[in-house]
T-cell receptor, first 110, second 113 residues
Framework: KNEVEQSPQNLTAQEGEFITINCSYS?????LHWLQQHPGGGIVSLFM???GKKKHGRLIATINIQEKHSSLHITASHPRDSAVYIC????????????FGTGTRLKVLA | ETGVTQSPTHLIKTRGQQVTLRCSSQ?????VSWYQQALGQGPQFIFQ???????GRGNFPPRFSGLQFPNYSSELNVNALELDDSALYLC????????????FGPGTRLTVL
């Protein structure tokens, strides 16, 4: 079992739909990141969370430390949101080690 | 303010060769982390450098080594290349030993034949 698991692995949505991507982890963390990766490889950091909720435009990220779970929501989805969304956790150990999920591949159809 | 840059963009090597990948951190950032991303997988943490010292390492063999320079740019060196080393290599810069948000470079795609 991976220490960081994402669901779903693949998601196809119609433009305008509300999308939720989930991330569960089994290790102690000091922070959780949501990343966006487009074809070709470039990664953009969307959020870094250690508690609560953050919002940026149409994106909302929440984290529940007790349940070891985070969600990324996209409101009013658009084809340009099509990308791989990756959850990454920073461990609470002394060194700054990160563990990444395998990503959720999102395709938004016009 | 310049973002994180990596060079080269693409690279083809043969088994047994050595490779050096380069990363220039975002202006003002003193921490660089390196990741390996195999096709269809999430990135795997290789190591992190903070103020020119290794500050954490993932499960990679010693033939993966790194350097950070006084201007905080960094190199990833891989010796004795193996076919499984074919991947996208990403670097990310941040402040304060990685306690702040990371900013990723575009990656170097390495193919080992």
């Amino acid at each position: 079992k991976n220490e960081v698991e994402q669901s779903p692995q693949n998601l196809t949505a119609q433009e305008g739909e509300f999308i939720t991507i989930n991330c569960s982890y089994s290790v102690g963390i000091s922070a959780l990141h949501w990343l966006q990766q487009h074809p070709g490889g470039g990664i953009v950091s969307l959020f870094m969370l250690s508690s609560g909720k953050k919002k940026h435009g149409r994106l909302i990220a929440t984290i529940n430390i007790q349940e070891k779970h985070s969600s990324l929501h996209i409101t009013a989805s658009h084809p340009r949101d099509s990308a791989v969304y990756i959850c990454a956790v920073r461990l609470t150990s002394g060194t700054y080690k990160y563990i990444f999920g395998t990503g959720t591949r999102l395709k938004v159809l016009a | 303010e310049t973002g994180v840059t990596q060079s080269p963009t693409h690279l083809i090597k043969t088994r047994g060769q050595q490779v050096t990948l380069r990363c220039s951190s975002q202006s003002g950032h003193n921490t660089v982390s390196w990741y390996q991303q195999a096709l269809g997988q999430g990135p795997q943490f290789i190591f992190q450098y903070y103020r020119e010292e290794e500050n954490g390492r993932g499960n990679f063999p010693p033939r993966f080594s790194g350097l950070q320079f006084p201007n905080y740019s960094s190199e990833l060196n891989v010796n004795a290349l193996e076919l499984d080393d074919s991947a996208l290599y990403l670097c990310a810069s941040s402040l304060a030993g990685g306690r702040s948000e990371q900013f990723f470079g575009p990656g170097t795609r390495l193919t080992v034949l």
